[in-house]
């Protein structure tokens, strides 16, 4: 996709989706790392469904190391994989004390040591808690970008690398949300609703459902 045409799409998107921000709740940058931890293969109302009584209880790493592995489980089970993330979250909170004093750290070296964190993760905190330009390729933004044409990759990391290259500097910062929430509403994997698409005109996906 020529940078002209990139741009105009970016426009389009930030005016139409006004708030674009995370669906998942949180009220700290604690919060929001164990909620995005809890969401790989997981939906975003799940995982807030999951938080809300958890957070109320413990919302701190000595919190959460309070509540043990198996307490953390009891507030987790209906989440997927919740054997697997409480054990990484124990962790991950045992590291945030004895290497950070508790505070999530701010760089992607140290994210990535957390304990259940890659780097989708860590794009995400970087991007969302911190404020950097960062862009993190889930399923949606992975489909979106490859069908759009507005960054084609084999692979996520791909796609991030070509998204960094190819996503207005202005609209940097916003793209990771607008990418998804697009992707999550409109541009959906089996059916995507090309009828209601505001960004039609430059999409240069060849199957659009309308002409």
Request: hydrophobic share 40%.
């Amino acid at each position: 996709m020529n940078p002209e045409k990139c741009h105009a799409l970016f426009n389009c998107l930030a005016t139409t989706i006004v708030n674009p921000t995370t669906e998942l709740i949180y009220h700290s940058s604690f919060e929001l790392l164990i909620a995005v931890v809890l969401s790989a293969q997981a939906t975003d109302k799940s995982v807030n469904k999951a938080t809300a009584p958890l957070f109320k209880r413990a919302n701190t790493p000595q919190a959460i190391l309070d509540l043990g592995e198996e307490g953390l489980k009891s507030y987790i089970k209906t989440i997927g994989l919740y054997n697997s993330k409480a054990a990484n979250i124990i962790k991950l909170c045992q590291r945030l004390l004895s290497h950070h004093a508790g505070d999530v750290p701010q760089t992607r070296v140290e994210l990535e040591a957390l304990a259940g964190v890659g780097r989708k993760t860590a794009n995400v905190m970087l991007n969302t808690a911190f404020g950097q330009p960062t862009i993190a390729v889930d399923t949606h933004i992975f489909r979106v970008a490859n069908r759009t044409g507005i960054a084609v990759g084999k692979n996520v990391f791909e796609v991030e690398k070509a998204l960094l290259i190819h996503v207005p500097a202005c609209h940097l910062q916003n793209a990771h949300h607008l990418l998804i929430l697009h992707g999550r509403y409109t541009c959906v994997a089996r059916k995507p609703r090309c009828e209601a698409c505001v960004i039609q005109s430059w999409c240069e996906f060849t199957e659009k459902t309308v002409t």
